[in-house]
């Protein structure tokens, strides 16, 4: 089992920034795939941006240009800066993490998802 914590959400006023950070945790697994995911109120949960083990990246056409994710794969770590945030930012933040465990054969992948973390943006 692979469990992830999202960290860094919070209130901030339109224009501002937030860095949201993503720590996996568990025995023996490799990550490919890390993502952030959003979900505002009576929407569904959308992707924002993804990352994958070779640091390719893709975002959300919303986002671009505004959003940067990174990951830090000594750490097991992903992070979303977001900066120009806008009222329509706001949503509950959740973070994605796929892979599989090294020590189990056949191969065993995972695919873990965070509790969420609330971004509120005020105009």
């Known amino acids: 089992q692979v469990q992830v914590v999202e960290s860094g959400g919070g209130l901030v006023q339109a224009g501002g920034s937030l860095r949201l950070s993503c720590v996996a945790s568990g025995i023996m697994f490799s990550i490919n795939t890390m993502g952030w995911y959003r979900q505002a109120p009576g929407k569904q949960r959308e992707l924002v941006a993804s990352i994958t083990s070779t640091s390719s990246t893709n975002y959300a056409d919303s986002v671009k240009g505004r959003f940067t994710i990174s990951r830090d794969n000594a750490k097991n770590t992903v992070y979303l800066q977001m900066n120009s945030l806008k009222p329509e930012d706001t949503a509950v933040y959740y973070c994605?993490?796929?892979?599989?465990?090294?020590?189990?054969?056949?191969?065993?992948?995972?695919?873990?998802w965070g509790q969420g973390t609330q971004v509120t943006v005020s105009s």
């Open positions: 994605n993490v796929g892979g599989y465990f090294t020590r189990s054969w056949p191969r065993r992948s995972f695919d873990s």
